[in-house]
């Protein structure tokens, strides 16, 4: 379910997307929107329907109501939340970019482009298997960057990455946002890292809780009762730096991304 939409710095919306499976409603009227340039984060609990939003906005689940836009020609990169490569299958980390990524946009110069952009461009001959978890999450961040997208999808990035590996990856993240003019779309549970390096928080329990940017949503009375006080107030220790400023409803009134 798609419309037209005018705004030529818009990448995606989801417009009050209802998702119903197997007889259970999954979401129920979530909105979003991901602009140009800009890093959106869904948070929530387990269940909530972050990944089940973010596959309907990719195209892989059909909502049962409301509307999703994407920019036509609109290229996206996608980093699922989970990887399962059998450890007994020889499989180099320079042989797995390749995999499912057309042949255009494969080559070896490519490839090794993409691991020196996240930082990895050493370990290309690795197997899949010995690398560490952080490498691996960078390992499908340069196999989402080889599409040159307009837009990146991140299923929880940091998953199985320790604390000092969750923030560096987040700043590669805002780097790349910075440097290719990429709208990101993430999904995360860790919440204390992430809220320093997004500028809009969606606060997802099958339907938006609350939204905005991240100190406004940290204090918000539906995320510190979903999260509780404790997590509500140790998120002030991650203070969100931005060079623009957001109105009362979070939305950016001027000024540049960085």
Known sequence: MSRPNPDKNLLVSADNVSVELNGNEILLGASLSVAKGEVVTIVGPNGAGKTTLVRAILGLVIPTGGHIYRRPGLNIGYMPQ????????????????????????????????????????????????????????????????????????????????????????????????????????????????????????ICLNRHVCCEGHPETVSKHPEFVQMFGDQVANSIALYPHNHDHHHDVHGDIKGGENG
């Open 82 to 201: 989970k990887l399962h490569i059998d450890p007994t299958m020889p499989m180099t980390v320079n042989r797995f970019l390749a995999l499912g990524v057309p042949a255009k946009l494969a080559g070896q110069g490519r490839r090794k482009n993409a691991l020196d952009e996240v930082g990895i461009e050493h370990i290309s001959n690795s197997q899949m298997h010995n690398i560490s978890g952080g490498e691996t999450q960078r390992v499908m961040l340069a196999r989402a960057l080889l599409r040159d997208p307009d837009f990146l999808v991140l299923d929880e990035p940091v998953q199985g990455v320790d604390i000092t590996g969750q923030a560096d990856l987040y700043r590669l993240i805002r780097n790349i946002r910075k440097n290719r003019g990429v709208g990101v779309l993430m999904v995360s549970h860790d919440l204390h890292v992430v809220m320093a390096e997004t500028d809009r928080v």
